[in-house]
């Protein structure tokens, strides 16, 4: 089993540039949560879908974070343009709604801001 | 909105003691309680959980207990071993839905 699987595992960029982050859930699971951890605000729910639709993006900082899914197996998190605030490591998370909703994590992506 | 408090944030024991973290929530809808572990340099990785109809529930060496009146819930793990040390974090679902939110995290270091 392939567990989440997310890409890049980090990535460095420059404030103001367009950076994108991926998910592929476990196949099967129809919700897919993005997170962000940091060392200020610990764990903190961004947005999270189910069958592909948005359901909470309250946790979304600002207009600057998007998020999309396309289909069941893949999603992304766009921030444009970036800031070095934004310099976290951020996790996708998938579970099968109406199972027994447990969250399995990805292994995370590393942003660095400069 | 729902708030998780855990204690401590850092917890040292000797090898093959005990070692017990403590959360406490206040949404009284919530009813489901995750506990993850985080290894340097990875993700969260569930290790154990309980929902509202149970007030105990045990794996091996962890266990987790449930005081719903008092809307604390808590992680026990016995003979500690060195590979035990890592940030681990408890959760509680807002109004008994999907959404979770995280406790601040406790750093476990087993000493030798």
């Known amino acids: 089993d392939a567990g989440v699987i997310q890409s890049p595992r980090h990535e460095v960029t420059e404030m103001g540039q367009e950076v994108t982050l991926r998910c592929k859930p476990i196949?099967?699971?129809?919700?897919l949560f993005w997170y962000r951890q940091t060392m200020m605000r610990g764990l903190e729910l961004l947005i999270y879908?189910?069958?592909?639709?948005?359901?909470?993006d309250s946790g979304m900082p600002e207009d600057r974070f998007s998020a999309k899914m396309p289909n069941a197996s893949f999603s992304t998190l766009k921030i444009q343009p970036s800031e070095p605030r934004d310099s976290a490591v951020y996790f996708c998370?998938?579970?099968?709604?109406?199972?027994?909703?447990?969250?399995?994590f990805g292994p995370g992506t590393r942003l660095t801001v400069l | 909105g729902e708030n998780v408090e855990q204690h401590p944030s850092t917890l040292s024991v000797q090898e093959g003691d005990s070692a017990v973290i403590k959360c406490t929530y206040s949404d009284s809808a919530s009813n489901y309680f995750p506990w993850y572990k985080q290894e340097l340099g990875k993700g969260p990785q569930l290790i154990i959980d309980?929902?509202?109809?149970?007030g105990e529930k045990k794996d091996q060496r962890i266990a987790v207990t449930l005081n719903k009146t008092a809307k604390h819930f808590s992680l026990h793990i016995t003979e500690t071993q060195p590979e035990d040390s890592a940030v681990y974090f408890c959760a509680a679902n807002i109004q008994g839905a999907q959404k979770l939110v995280f406790g601040q995290g406790t750093r476990l270091t087993i000493n030798p």
């Open positions: 309980i929902r509202s109809n149970v």
């Open positions: 196949s099967g699971h129809n919700s």
């Open positions: 998370a998938s579970s099968f709604k109406g199972g027994a909703n447990t969250q399995y």
């Open positions: 879908f189910n069958n592909n639709v948005p359901i909470d």
